[in-house]
């Protein structure tokens, strides 16, 4: 008899802390801790799409090291992580369509496996951002796309923001399908 009134006392204070918090859910502000550069690091999954190209390989690949690297230690453990180039080829084709498993191990072999990567490219980041959304987003994941590049070859920037948009519109509560974050490395031929 008294488990069943301590259940009972617990669904009760559950019900009105759930309560509380929608009350208070507009005032809700997230700890500046929760953020790099203003980039939130909340998510549970997350995918490189990096471009490949010459002009990367050349004049930005160690930074580009450096900066995956940092990104992976603001998120000391998710649950999933995906590596593409810009045309939406995987690093890694044995786990083509699927999350890799997050482990410091994994992590190191990306980072290795980053130092020689030479996938062709185009300069132009809308295919693997596409492929990235279509082939992993789900609506029970949080899930951020970091886009590295360092020119951009197309038609149109506009277009390219305007085929994420469209890809990534909010649904009815506002919610989008991912959050997509860019890191723009510059050309500089002085740069040893």
Same mark, same amino acid.
């Given at each position: *008899?008294v488990?069943t009134?301590? !259940?009972? !006392?617990?669904?009760?204070?559950?019900q009105?802390?759930?309560e509380? *918090?929608?009350?208070? $859910?507009?005032?809700?502000?997230?700890?500046?801790? &929760?953020?790099?550069?203003?980039?939130p690091?909340?998510? !549970?999954?997350i995918?490189?799409?990096?471009?490949?190209?010459?002009? *990367?390989?050349?004049?930005?690949?160690?930074?580009?090291?450096?900066?995956?690297e940092?990104? $992976?230690e603001?998120?000391?453990?998710?649950?999933?992580?995906q590596?593409?180039?810009?045309m939406?080829?995987? *690093?890694?084709?044995q786990?083509?369509?699927r999350?890799?498993?997050?482990?410091?191990?994994? +992590? /190191?072999?990306? $980072? !290795?496996?980053? $130092?020689?990567? +030479?996938a062709?490219s185009?300069?132009s980041p809308?295919?693997?951002?596409?492929?990235a959304i /279509?082939?992993?987003h789900?609506?029970?994941?949080?899930?951020?796309?970091?886009?590295f590049?360092?020119e951009f070859t197309?038609?149109?920037?506009?277009?390219?923001?305007?085929?994420?948009?469209?890809?990534? /519109?909010? &649904?009815? =509560?506002?919610?989008?399908l991912? /959050?997509? =974050?860019a890191?723009?490395?510059?050309? &500089?031929?002085n740069?040893?």
């Amino acid at each position: *008899m008294v488990a069943t009134i301590d !259940e009972g !006392e617990l669904r009760a204070a559950r019900q009105r802390l759930t309560e509380e *918090m929608k009350r208070l $859910l507009p005032y809700y502000r997230r700890s500046d801790e &929760d953020a790099v550069a203003g980039i939130p690091v909340d998510s !549970e999954y997350i995918i490189f799409v990096i471009d490949t190209s010459g002009s *990367m390989q050349n004049y930005s690949w160690p930074k580009v090291l450096q900066k995956v690297e940092e990104t $992976l230690e603001v998120y000391p453990k998710v649950k999933g992580i995906q590596v593409l180039n810009d045309m939406g080829n995987y *690093m890694f084709n044995q786990y083509a369509g699927r999350w890799i498993p997050d482990s410091p191990r994994r +992590r /190191r072999i990306i $980072l !290795e496996q980053l $130092l020689s990567w +030479r996938a062709f490219s185009n300069s132009s980041p809308v295919e693997g951002i596409e492929k990235a959304i /279509r082939t992993f987003h789900a609506w029970d994941k949080e899930i951020s796309i970091y886009v590295f590049g360092d020119e951009f070859t197309g038609e149109s920037a506009q277009r390219v923001i305007d085929r994420v948009a469209q890809l990534n /519109r909010p &649904d009815a =509560h506002g919610r989008r399908l991912v /959050r997509v =974050h860019a890191v723009g490395f510059s050309i &500089d031929t002085n740069d040893p």
